[in-house]
């Protein structure tokens, strides 16, 4: 069973950064597409940002231009940088990787942004 762990998260001003990382527990070269979601109570899943094997990245409208997602395949972990963060940014976040036989989520990091 694939682990996916997050850390990262935490409580910040608007306007701050964080940087959230997801290790995980074997080789993420083996995976087609690592990714982060965000939930709030009460709603869906949302895709944030995701990044394929070969480096293609996909963001949500709403943090284009201020978070980027990376990969390190020698360190098997995933980055999400997330810069002039914003109170509506306030979610759980969650790391998710795809293979095309399964799928795995990490136990997902807060991240609270004030005004």
């Known amino acids: 069973q694939v682990q996916l762990v997050e850390s990262g998260g935490g409580s910040v001003q608007a306007g701050g950064s964080l940087r959230l990382s997801c290790v995980a527990s074997e080789s993420i070269s083996s995976f087609y597409r690592m990714g982060w979601f965000r939930q709030t109570p009460g709603t869906p899943r949302e895709l944030v940002a995701r990044?394929?094997?070969?480096?293609?990245?996909n963001y949500a409208n709403s943090v284009k231009g201020r978070f980027a997602i990376s990969r390190d395949n020698v360190k098997n972990t995933v980055y999400l940088q997330m810069n002039s963060l914003k109170p509506e940014d306030t979610a759980v976040y969650y790391c998710?990787?795809?293979?095309?036989?399964?799928?795995?989520w990490g136990q997902g990091t807060q991240v609270t942004v004030s005004s």
């Open positions: 990044i394929t094997s070969s480096g293609t990245t």
């Open positions: 998710h990787a795809y293979s095309y036989v399964a799928d795995y």
